[in-house]
């Protein structure tokens, strides 16, 4: 069947798994990615169809055009010499039940749609809050992720941090605990609420009370400060997931798409490789790391031992997030001079914006880069952010005619939000394609097509990358620090660090800025 050698193997080729092989190669290893899909990216791939480049997942990036930055995505690229470029904005839309209004990131501009549509007791509230945040935001980032690591070298390169650290103890359990507790304590304000329930579910697929309030500390950091701006990635997500395999390449890692893994090899209880679909054997020394989610992970292992099976169940009974649906389009532009690049759209407050398909995120990134879509033309993604549940879907055959009906309603959602931005969108487009759970299962391997893991704070916490099973590593969105970009990037540098020797660690910070010589 054949079987070829490596020092460490990575299953799956998302933004966690890469970022984790891309340093592991830097720290001088010997690595090999495993993707089974013909496209690298995971959920954040891209994809073209007819001349239009559409993204699969995220569209919404900050803290990357910049550097130093407190992005962990931002100090990987940087640790590996590579980058995307990075095209600016600050403006984005909303069509909310209040009405339909532009906003720009930063603190000012926010206050006065609060004072148009609220008052000067509203945005007295939210200054409140911002003075609150202040000093949370730089407990957030006072412990760069490229610092940290999951062994006791963590004493070495996070050692040096401490001053910093201990400055922030006041600030340190407020941030462990749910957003919610910070914000009933200053935000009264029904409008103000909803907002800020909208930017946790954003961050972590969660409302307020369900959202750690270190994340919300972060993005206050980021989004609420003079000057800032928002990024997006010339040539879209895929220019952004390039980055990362030529990082990887550069330093002698190797990635194989089309390479779907069937099982985890293990020794007793250790893991040793990997098995092909095909049946060839990948052999790891060192390492094998899971960047899949734990629901897709647990199927790869053969039948563990008895004292493993507790972590097997454990780990099955991890809830998750809902799924989403997408819509591609590619539309003829005429006319449509004065689109932004996003708009959210929400329909009812009242229903909780967690609600199946209350919120549907709009994004139009030839707005900002015409080379998207052929001349004349935009590309369009629509979708639900993890609002799609999964029980309607499950059991349909692909081909079905009830599988192409319930794409058809479950789709007029998005239509009909996008039509608040552009009424004749449906005559425009030449380009349709419906993305739903089963494609996010089948293109994806997401269990159930899921956004991932539905921790709660304080109900809970994300797991670190290490497993019972010796030699066998977790990272991505099932892992800490759990769901989204910065998240997953951050994921898979804590992992290659734990890793690689604390010197070569050492060594990285110092190349990239964040510790002293």
Known sequence: MGQTETEIVVVGSGIGGLCCAALLARYGYDVVVCESHSIAGGAAHGFEREGFLFDS??????????????????????????????????????????????????????????????????????????????????????????????????????????????????????????????????????FARHWLDMLCFLLSGLPAKGTIAAEVAFMFADWYRPGVQLDYPQGGS????????????????????????????????????????????????????????????????????????????????????????????????????????????VNDWGQGIDAPQNL???????????????????????YTPGNEPYAPWAGLDRHSPDYAALKQERAEVMWRALERVIPDVRSRSSVTL????????????????????????????FPGPRTPIKNLWCCGDSTFPGIGLPAVAASGMVLANTLAPVHKHKKMLQDIGVLSG
């Open 434 to 461: 419906v993305g739903t759970p089963l494609t996010h299962g089948r293109f994806l391997r997401r269990h159930h097509g899921s956004y991932g893991p539905a921790i709660r704070a304080g109900q809970g916490i």
């Open 57 to 190: 997942g995220p569209s919404l990036y900050s803290g990357l055009s910049s550097s130093p930055s407190p992005n962990p995505l931002r100090q990987v690229l940087d640790a590996i010499g590579e980058d995307a470029t990075w095209l600016n904005y600050d403006t984005w839309g909303c069509c909310l039940p209040e009405g339909d209004f532009d906003t720009t990131v930063g603190s000012e501009q926010f206050c006065q749609v609060l004072q148009t549509l609220r008052g000067a007791d509203a945005v007295q509230e939210w200054r409140h809050l911002q003075q609150i945040m202040k000093p949370l935001g730089a407990a957030a980032v006072a412990l760069p992720p490229a610092a940290m690591r999951f062994d006791l070298g963590a004493l070495q390169t996070v050692g040096s941090f401490l001053p910093s650290l201990l400055k922030q103890t006041p600030q340190v359990a407020k941030l462990t605990g749910p957003f919610s507790r910070i914000m009933d304590g200053v935000v009264s304000d029904d």
């Open 238 to 345: 895929a220019s952004l997931v390039a980055a990362l395999v030529r990082g990887l390449k550069k330093q002698g890692g190797d990635l194989r798409l089309n390479t779907h893994i069937k099982e985890i090899l293990l020794d007793g209880d250790r893991a040793v490789g990997v098995r092909v679909r095909n049946g060839k054997e990948i052999m790891a020394s060192k390492a094998v790391i899971s960047n899949a989610s734990i629901w897709n992970t647990l199927t790869l292992l053969p039948t563990l031992s008895p004292k493993l099976q507790k972590f097997v169940k454990t780990r099955q009974a991890t809830p998750e997030c809902d799924s989403f649906m997408h819509l591609h389009l590619g539309i003829d532009a005429t006319g449509l001079d004065d689109l932004a690049c996003h708009y959210i759209v």
């Open 360 to 382: 549907v995120l709009i994004s139009i990134p030839s707005v900002l880069d015409p080379g998207l879509a052929p001349p004349g033309k935009h590309t369009v993604h629509v």
